[in-house]
């Protein structure tokens, strides 16, 4: 035969050969270790299946081996590739699959090439949409309180993306962005600025402004030094960086 299936473990080759009586060995240490001395052995196989476990390092093993042994002659079996019904588990390997009750030919005809590092296909985010779909209040953007409008429009700030504000001079940048600094900040969420333009004192005392919620008082007020003092202690506590 041209073709040969290799698995992480000696009970899932078994497993192969048993249920499809196509050709299947084991890996002799696992997902992680394909010895040089067993690459000639596998030379004669035109195709050469891997059916590593269904986990991180099982499927790191086979994107490893693949480029050992030739991309243009490797498919991995991924269990993601067919449509198991949510309330299901997807079996971990061949074993588990033939112990509950799958047939195993549709494992390996469904085993697909390395898939590209940045192409995906709709069945690799699977599980992320699942996830994102059940679970929404985990990946909710980061409310502004103070701006309530602005916050139903852009349902909050997410995490993993970049939103760029553009304007011309004097439009109000520096103070919508001190305005999110501080709600990110007093919601506890580490913020940094890195201003390229504006000098940091001119940015904290505009900030500070902004966190008083009130006039600042007027040099002319006998106490203003030990008010604004007693401010910025309480400004100096949130979590941000410049």
């Given at each position: 035969k041209d073709e040969i299936i290799i698995t992480e473990g000696e009970y899932d080759a078994m497993a192969v050969y048993q249920a499809t009586g196509r050709y299947a060995v084991s890996l002799p240490n696992g997902c992680r270790n394909l010895p040089l001395e067993?690459?000639?052995?596998?030379?004669?196989?035109?195709?050469?299946?891997?059916?590593?476990?269904?986990?991180?390092?099982?499927?790191?093993?086979?994107?490893?081996?693949?480029?050992?042994?030739?991309?243009?002659?490797?498919?991995?079996?991924?269990?993601?590739?067919?449509?198991?019904?949510?309330?299901?588990?997807?079996?971990?390997?061949?074993?588990?699959?033939?112990?509950?009750?799958?047939?195993?030919?549709?494992f390996l005809e469904a085993a697909q090439t390395i898939p590209h590092d940045q192409i995906a296909h709709a069945r690799d985010y699977r599980l992320d949409i699942l996830e994102h779909h059940l679970h929404p209040e985990k990946y909710a953007g980061i409310p502004i309180p103070s701006l309530p409008s602005f916050t139903k429009i852009m349902k909050g700030f997410r995490l993993g993306e970049m939103t760029v504000l553009t304007g011309s001079t004097g439009s109000g940048?520096?103070?919508?962005?001190?305005?999110?600094?501080?709600?990110?900040?007093?919601?506890?969420?580490?913020?940094?600025?890195?201003?390229?333009?504006?000098?940091?004192?001119?940015?904290?005392?505009?900030?500070?402004?902004?966190?008083?919620r009130e006039p600042l008082p007027s040099a002319s007020d006998p106490d203003a030094k030990e008010r604004l003092m007693a401010l910025q202690e309480k400004f100096e506590g949130l979590p941000l960086h410049f």
């Open positions: 067993v690459l000639p052995l596998i030379e004669k196989f035109q195709k050469v299946y891997l059916w590593m476990d269904h986990d991180r390092p099982g499927k790191e093993g086979a994107e490893k081996f693949s480029k050992k042994i030739g991309l243009n002659r490797c498919v991995i079996v991924n269990p993601s590739n067919l449509d198991f019904p949510p309330s299901e588990n997807i079996p971990k390997d061949a074993n588990e699959a033939l112990l509950q009750g799958y047939n195993l030919n549709d940048k520096t103070t919508f962005l001190s305005q999110l600094s501080l709600d990110f900040a007093e919601q506890g969420i580490n913020t940094l600025w890195g201003s390229f333009e504006v000098k940091n004192t001119q940015l904290l005392l505009k900030m500070i402004r902004q966190f008083a």
